[in-house]
């Protein structure tokens, strides 16, 4: 089955990359957007029928690999 | 408000970047990983009280800037 996951900065983390595309939306006469946050997206094929035991998975991979819990938070969905 | 946007590659698209993190995935012992697609996300916060207007202006800005429409999809969630 597929899990969809969420990687986002915590909050408090500077966003370079938001603040660059908030930017150039700004100036692009987007003036209401007053901030944009960046993050990562991922779509995981699992080979797993039953969902409580992919998304088990699923969050054992984002500790150990897609997620820097440091700085990121990350969310299945 | 805040819209939330993902923006993925369209299917039959090659990502190597999914592909990469999914060999990674089976390497550390998750072989049950069949296939990882990467995508991007973006939390957006607009200037707008009408859900309606804030979600139209988001889209604008997916076809203009946010999402390459020729490989890509966009998402407003």
Redesign the interface.
Known sequence: MKIKV???LKNGVLDPQ?KA?QQ??NG?G?E?????????????????NEETKAKS?VE??CK???ANLVIEDFKII
Chains 1, 2 share one sequence.
């Open positions: 969420i990687v986002t938001g595309i150039t939306l692009m987007f209401s957007i007053k901030e944009v946050r960046q993050g990562k997206y991922f779509d995981i094929e699992v080979n797993e998975k054992d991979m150990k690999l897609l």
